[in-house]
């Protein structure tokens, strides 16, 4: 029986030559592609893959959040992440969310089967490199006054609240997706201002960044601000 796959990409160009290397194998099938997590949750449920390939950094719902939200309603169903990003923040916060490997786009052609076979063999797949990042996480966890990963303190809406204003999206547009009142999310971000204590959407927008939330180009960031991001990540 083949395996049946979702590939999940905002850049067009890779999803149609991730689907072409896919494809040359006999015991993989792709039954749907995706440009975002909204999506890719919307086909997670129409198809009902064995396994969901994705992008991390997506426009209206990041890899992450649309991973946790696939797999708690569909539990048999496995995320493989695929990323431009070997950075810290991002491989901790899919690693808490629980999925079953992360891919680093660089070594795609190179790595793509040999994951996907470790994932649906019931194992975990990381890139060489993430591994790596994997280690330095927990050393740096065993020493005293490590500040650790914020996930826990926001709701998976909160967090889908953040993507979005950290996008630009006005209130309005942000209401219409998450489909409750501007008034709603008006006060959502006002309580998520609060248990950051960030003050602002701008500093909203490089903790977005930092943590991964937003498709937001790290280049959008002047030097300056950029280093200080990575500097608290």
């Given at each position: 029986m083949?395996?049946?796959?979702?590939?999940?990409?905002?850049?067009?160009?890779?999803r149609?030559?991730?689907?072409?290397l896919?494809g040359?194998?006999?015991?993989?099938?792709?039954?749907?592609e995706?440009?975002?997590?909204?999506?890719?949750?919307?086909?997670?449920?129409?198809?009902?893959?064995?396994?969901?390939?994705?992008?991390?950094?997506?426009?209206y719902?990041?890899?992450?959040?649309?991973?946790v939200?696939?797999?708690s309603?569909?539990?048999?169903?496995?995320?493989l992440?695929?990323?431009?990003?070997?950075?810290?923040?991002?491989?901790?916060?899919?690693?808490?969310?629980?999925?079953?490997?992360?891919?680093?786009?660089?070594?795609?052609?190179?790595?793509?089967?040999r994951a996907i076979?470790?994932?649906?063999?019931g194992e975990?797949?990381?890139?060489?490199?993430?591994?790596?990042?994997?280690v330095?996480?927990?050393?740096?966890?065993?020493?005293?006054?490590?500040?650790?990963?914020?996930?826990?303190?926001?709701?998976?809406?909160?967090r889908?609240?953040?993507?979005?204003?950290?996008?630009?999206?006005?209130?309005?547009?942000?209401?219409?997706?998450l489909?409750?009142?501007v008034?709603?999310?008006?006060?959502?971000?006002?309580?998520?201002?609060?248990?950051?204590?960030?003050?602002?959407?701008?500093?909203?927008?490089?903790?977005?960044?930092?943590?991964g939330?937003?498709?937001?180009?790290?280049?959008?960031?002047?030097?300056?601000e950029?280093?200080?991001?990575h500097?608290?990540?």
């Amino acid at each position: 029986m083949r395996t049946k796959i979702i590939v999940v990409d905002d850049h067009g160009i890779v999803r149609q030559g991730l689907c072409l290397l896919l494809g040359q194998e006999d015991d993989f099938i792709v039954v749907g592609e995706a440009s975002d997590g909204r999506e890719a949750i919307q086909l997670a449920r129409k198809f009902l893959p064995d396994l969901v390939v994705m992008d991390i950094c997506m426009p209206y719902l990041n890899g992450i959040d649309a991973a946790v939200q696939i797999m708690s309603e569909h539990p048999m169903i496995k995320v493989l992440i695929l990323s431009g990003f070997a950075d810290r923040c991002f491989v901790t916060e899919a690693l808490q969310a629980n999925v079953a490997g992360y891919v680093l786009k660089e070594n795609l052609a190179g790595e793509m089967m040999r994951a996907i076979r470790t994932v649906m063999a019931g194992e975990q797949y990381l890139s060489p490199k993430v591994a790596g990042v994997v280690v330095s996480e927990y050393i740096s966890k065993c020493q005293p006054g490590m500040s650790q990963p914020s996930r826990g303190k926001l709701t998976s809406k909160e967090r889908e609240l953040i993507q979005l204003l950290a996008e630009g999206r006005p209130s309005k547009e942000a209401a219409r997706i998450l489909h409750v009142s501007v008034k709603t999310v008006d006060a959502r971000r006002r309580s998520i201002m609060q248990k950051l204590k960030i003050d602002g959407i701008a500093n909203l927008t490089k903790y977005a960044i930092r943590v991964g939330l937003t498709a937001t180009d790290y280049g959008a960031l002047e030097s300056d601000e950029l280093m200080s991001v990575h500097a608290r990540c």
